[in-house]
């Protein structure tokens, strides 16, 4: 099984300013990352896929990069309704189990 | 606009099984472009994938579950169901069903809190 490990557990940034949130595979993984927010009380929504494109209706203040096995979520410049539970996702096909990191809250300093 | 709706019991005894349904709407679970799956979360706690399928039945389980999991699809009435056998506490989870074009998931319901408890 591929485990992807987030880090760090709790971020605390100021809203206007970035946040870079980072998730790490056991194994490559290649580009088969997603990125998911989940609010309290809240279904996830998708953010990202593929590592890099942006799901409908996303934001440009959200982007996504690497490969492999390094992975980051940025968000350019933090509005209120960011502050949230991010996790990330990866979906190879071989070992077909789909896992997701444990997950990085995003709270306001 | 798709949409995924679960529903199931709320309250399931120790060693029974688990029976969730998800239906959906605003398109067909027939087709070819999307895998359909189930992610649970635990109180607090973060995401598990159970298992996904296709609308052929094709069936995909995450290994942890111990081959206590069981999908179908039932395209007459337009849903997908998840049994999950021998639940024990550590089964009570929210629930979620999702909609997949790839083996990612880019539409997921509100989820349903099942609560295993005698």
């Known amino acids: 099984e591929i485990v992807m490990t987030q880090s760090p557990a709790t971020l605390s940034v100021s809203p206007g300013e970035r946040a870079t949130l980072s998730c790490r595979a056991s194994q490559s993984v290649s580009t088969n990352v997603a990125w998911y927010q989940q609010k309290p009380g809240q279904a996830p929504r998708l953010l990202i896929y593929?590592?890099?494109t942006r799901a409908t209706g996303i934001p440009a203040r959200f982007s996504g990069r690497g490969s492999g096995t390094e992975f980051t979520l940025t968000i350019s410049s933090l509005q209120s309704e960011d502050f949230a539970v991010y996790y990330c996702?990866?979906?190879?096909?071989?070992?077909?189990?789909?896992?997701f990191g444990q997950g990085t809250k995003l709270e306001i300093k | 606009q798709l949409q995924v709706q679960e529903s199931g019991p709320g309250l399931v005894k120790p060693s029974e099984t688990l029976s969730l349904t998800c239906t959906v709407s605003g398109g067909s679970i027939g087709s070819s472009t999307y895998y359909w799956g189930w992610i649970r979360q635990p109180p607090g706690k973060g995401l598990e994938w159970i298992g996904s399928i296709y609308y052929s039945g094709t069936t995909y389980y995450n290994p942890s579950l111990k081959g206590r999991v069981t999908m179908s699809v039932d395209t007459s009435e337009n849903q997908f169901s998840l049994k999950l056998s021998s639940v024990t506490a550590a089964d009570t989870a929210v629930y979620y069903c999702?909609?997949?074009?790839?083996?990612?998931?880019?539409?997921w319901g509100r989820g349903t809190l099942i609560t295993v408890s005698s």
């Open positions: 999702a909609v997949s074009p790839d083996w990612y998931f880019d539409l």
């Open positions: 996702q990866q979906y190879v096909n071989w070992p077909l189990i789909y896992t």
């Open positions: 593929d590592a890099s």
